[in-house]
């Protein structure tokens, strides 16, 4: 018999006050659904990638599903065995240094704010083209106001509970899907567009490259970052019924769905545009072009009522996860005290909420009031933040074998997985930041602020710093113990 | 509540493993690891770590806060079947003293790893059916305190049927009939599982850690149950109070 001692069982989880043990799998699967977005993926990234994998596009978009189910197998091996609610950078806390979880909570912050703003601004862009087509659309102001009302709405939704959210969630991207499983099969049925299609944007087509094994690798680059988003179900480990069970299966499922409609959506489009001088690549806006080639008006409304969906779903996931970011933050004692608060009747860390969404709102609206252009402000938030998610990818992954030898429990595919995906996700990292020099120089800004404030709170709070990484642990009321029957 | 567990049942060694993983733990006491488990089983490592993950994630076992130790999680306690007490002869005084106040039945009911059992139905009245009360605690004054106290009282309910068109069936207003009885520390039930009965009870609790112990419930007609009866419930806290010592 051990003693107690040695058992250190807390009487209340360091997480308490969230609506602990009440989400659904299908809802925690919706919710990292959504985090990835794949319906704006499948319209936008086969085109990119098409760019130097020409017309290997599907075998990059295949390579990608495959490491992005290897970064899911990574994350697995903490899912099963803990409940967290600060995603990503808890679990690389019991693998790695803090410093490592430190740099993982600001990758995450960065990467959920500005995937938050730019779902944002995704679904405003959308709405606001649907708007214009039947003449309500009202120009810039029309946009500001739309983008603060989803903003609003977001705010209230995230705020009034997981569960809400949730379904919500859920309800917008099965209609989001759907519509796009719609659009791409009445794509795929109608044959490969004439010579016409390519007439969309003459200027820019160039020609289809040659499927080079290079160019195959290139292009995984963007393929990859499409699946950003789709760990989200780690930060709700603490609000999920049966979380070691379910928060694997909805990360695994999600990089796997994902690829599949990815896989789909690319060969669609290659296929659509095989006959097309210059291919895919040329391509500004493929599905709209395929759809005007057929003769279809009436398709891009489909198809931007898709995205409209899955923006604001996606908007939703990421500004839930953002919330419980700094909620966890918080209760490490490493963020502000406040953010740690939970409201008593939605059980929602309500502080957190109020301090993230009204800036993720309030930067894109004030970049659209001052005319910048809501396409750059996507392209580049969304690269920002693929950033702030590869670096995340790669810590957890390192972490992974560090963590099972820790508590005693490596296998060597723990070992072969992690010294797999570790190096490739480290040369994407590099590539996709050299490859945008304009983000790479942001990023060396956030790196450096970021520093700052490791030495600031290491100086400050050190001991909250060396027990980074809170989550839901077992507390005596979980525990039978001997003697005691149940606590 | 919980969906049933897919097996096959072709897997008849991955189920002996598993009760053997779960003995084992039972056996080493809470903190042993997965290794020490493999080494005592002389099971495969990769196995046993697969078996404890599974164990973990249909929470039979738990990951101690080290997350290398495990220990029975609450969920085992329902493999066993509960130990009951019998009343010590000052407890049955202090009962038959509040039977002979009133002229609705008085039982009592011993709460142990989340299972209910009639300890002491009144002899005079006709009991609750133990397996009614075992297996819908919902419905029953007696079972809502024992539901009431749990962190998540859906882990306790299999399927919410109704009895009478009284039955509380949703889950959103049971969840808050449920806290409204671990508020008020007071349970009612007016003809929920029976059209013409009603049922009202009060926790016992352990004096020095407060932990639920037994309940101590009155039954009687529907319509007189429904009515405020400050005064009956007073008397019952009194007499919970009383027995609080003597059994915990």
């Known amino acids: ?487 | 509540m919980t969906g049933p567990i897919p097996l096959s049942g072709r897997q008849p060694k991955a189920v002996r493993s598993a009760l053997h993983v779960l003995e084992e733990v039972v056996a080493a006491g809470p903190g042993v690891t997965a290794k020490e488990i493999s080494e005592s089983l002389a099971m495969p490592q990769a196995t046993t770590y697969r078996i404890l993950n599974l164990l973990v994630a249909e929470e039979y076992l738990v990951r101690l806060p080290d997350l290398s130790g495990f220990a029975l999680g609450r969920r085992a306690a329902r493999l066993a079947l509960p130990a009951t007490t019998v009343l010590n002869t000052a407890a049955r005084a202090v009962v038959d003293h509040m039977r002979a106040q009133t002229r609705w039945a008085v039982h009592v009911a011993w709460f142990a790893a989340g299972q209910i059992s009639l300890i002491d139905p009144d002899p005079d009245h006709p009991a609750p059916d133990a397996s009614q009360l075992a297996r819908f605690p919902y419905a029953f004054a007696l079972g809502r305190l024992l539901l009431a106290e749990q962190a998540d009282w859906r882990a306790l309910v299999r399927d919410v049927r109704p009895f009478t068109a009284r039955t509380v069936t949703s889950e959103s207003e049971l969840d808050r009939t449920l806290k409204a009885v671990a508020r008020d520390g007071l349970a009612r039930q007016c003809g929920e599982f029976r059209e013409d009965r009603g049922c009202i009870a009060v926790p016992i609790r352990g004096p020095r850690d407060g932990r639920l112990v037994a309940g101590i419930a009155l039954a009687g007609p529907t319509a007189r149950i429904a009515e405020p009866n400050e005064e009956i419930i007073k008397l019952l806290r009194d007499h919970a109070a009383r027995l609080a010592p003597l059994l915990a």
């Open chain 1, 1 to 487: 018999m051990r003693d107690e001692a040695r058992l250190r069982l807390r009487s209340r989880s360091p997480v308490e006050g969230l609506e602990r043990r009440r989400l659904g799998p299908l809802e925690v699967f919706a919710q990292s659904v959504s985090g990835a977005a794949p319906s704006a993926a499948m319209a936008a990234t086969p085109a990119i990638v098409a760019v130097s994998a020409g017309h290997g596009t599907v075998w990059s978009f295949a390579i990608a599903t495959v490491l992005a189910l290897l970064v899911a197998g990574c994350i697995a091996r903490f899912t099963r065995r803990m409940a967290a609610s600060g995603g990503l950078y808890s679990l690389t806390a019991k693998g790695l240094t803090p410093a490592a979880a430190y740099a993982s909570a600001l990758a995450s912050l960065l990467g959920y704010g500005l995937l938050a703003a730019g779902a944002l601004v995704g679904a405003t862009l959308y709405l606001q083209a649907l708007l214009d087509l039947w003449g309500v659309g009202g120009g810039r102001l029309g946009a500001a106001v739309v983008m603060a009302v989803i903003g609003l709405g977001t705010g209230v939704l995230v705020l009034r509970g997981a569960r809400l959210s949730a379904r919500v969630v859920l309800l917008a991207e099965s209609i989001s899907i759907t519509l796009m499983l719609i659009v791409f099969s009445l794509l795929l049925a109608g044959g490969p567009a004439g010579g016409a299609a390519g007439g969309a944007g003459p200027a820019e087509a160039t020609a289809m490259p040659p499927p080079g094994f290079g160019g195959i690798v290139a292009g995984v680059l963007p393929a990859l970052a499409a699946f950003i988003g789709f760990e989200i179900a780690t930060s709700l480990g603490t609000e999920v019924r049966k979380p070691f069970r379910s928060v694997p299966r909805a990360v695994g499922l999600t990089a796997a769905v994902a690829g599949v409609l990815y896989v789909f959506a690319a060969q669609v489009q290659v296929f659509g545009f095989s006959a097309t001088p210059g291919g895919l690549a040329g391509q500004a806006e493929p599905v709209v072009a395929l759809a005007a080639a057929k003769g279809w008006g009436w398709l891009p409304v489909l198809l931007d009522l898709g995205l409209v969906m899955s923006f604001v779903a996606c908007g939703l996931a990421t500004a839930t996860a953002l919330a419980r970011v700094l909620f966890s933050l918080s209760r490490d004692g490493v963020a502000p005290q406040a953010f740690g608060r939970t409201h008593r009747r939605f059980r929602t860390p309500h502080l957190a909420v109020l301090a993230s969404v009204p800036v993720t709102t309030g930067v894109p609206v004030v970049l659209l009031a001052v005319g910048v252009p809501l396409p750059t402000v996507l392209v580049t938030v969304l690269t920002l933040a693929a950033c702030g998610f590869l670096l995340a990818y790669l810590l957890v992954c390192a972490a992974a074998p560090v963590f099972l030898h820790r508590i005693g429990e490596l296998t060597w595919p723990a070992v072969a997985v992690s010294a797999v995906i570790v190096p490739i996700l480290l040369v994407v990292l590099v590539a996709f930041v050299a490859t945008r020099p304009l983000s790479g120089l942001l990023l060396a800004g956030l790196a450096v602020l970021g520093a700052a404030g490791y030495l600031v709170v290491r100086l400050k709070r050190p001991a909250a710093l060396a027990g980074i990484g809170v989550y839901d642990e077992t507390t005596t009321a979980d525990v039978l113990i001997p003697d005691r029957g149940a606590a």
